[in-house]
């Protein structure tokens, strides 16, 4: 695909997306009706909501979860149904381009990963931690603060 319509095809997936924010609830229950194809769960909140009609935008566009994710999910379902402990297993090394987000005091915070330190709310930071810090006001760990690592880790490290 050529790059200017690749870049075409970003550009109006965005705008879609960030039309959302101005639609009533009846009509993003509608457009949840359009891309899935079944009613929208009762008692949704309209953020769930507005998040899931974007990333089905985004994942009919750019495609959907790698067959790995796909399948730790599954696992993790079934883990959770049957009443088993949740284990994801090590922490993988986060890539360029992965979104960290973490909720902290009612407010979600996104983190996207660089080659070279990570991007807060358009500013460049060196590390997760210092992000971390930013966002509570004291000492964390940013992988701990983000999920990547668990405390037992952290304190084998």
């Known amino acids: 695909?050529?790059?200017?319509?690749?870049?075409?095809?970003?550009?109006?997936?965005?705008?879609?997306?960030?039309?959302?924010?101005?639609?009533?609830?009846?009509?993003?229950?509608?457009?949840?009706?359009?891309?899935?194809?079944?009613?929208?769960?009762?008692?949704?909140?309209?953020?769930?909501?507005?998040?899931?009609?974007?990333?089905?935008?985004?994942?009919?566009?750019?495609?959907g979860l790698k067959p790995a994710t796909r399948k730790l999910l599954e696992r993790l379902a079934t883990d959770a149904a049957e009443g088993r402990p949740l284990r994801l297993g090590p922490a993988t090394p986060t890539t360029a381009g992965t979104v960290l987000m973490r909720e902290w005091q009612g407010t979600t915070h996104e983190v996207k990963v660089l080659d070279n330190g990570v991007l807060y709310k358009r500013t460049r930071y060196r590390s997760l931690s210092e992000?971390?810090?930013l966002i509570t006001g004291v000492r964390w760990s940013g992988p701990l603060f983000f999920g990547l690592r668990k405390r037992e880790q952290e304190a084998g490290d």
Request: proline share 5%; no cysteine; hydrophobic share 40%.
């Open 1 to 63: 695909m050529p790059a200017s319509k690749t870049f075409h095809s970003r550009s109006s997936i965005a705008k879609e997306i960030a039309r959302l924010d101005s639609l009533a609830v009846k009509e993003l229950k509608n457009r949840w009706r359009e891309l899935y194809g079944s009613e929208p769960p009762r008692g949704v909140s309209r953020e769930l909501l507005t998040r899931a009609i974007a990333y089905r935008i985004q994942e009919q566009a750019f495609g």
């Open 131 to 133: 992000v971390a810090r």
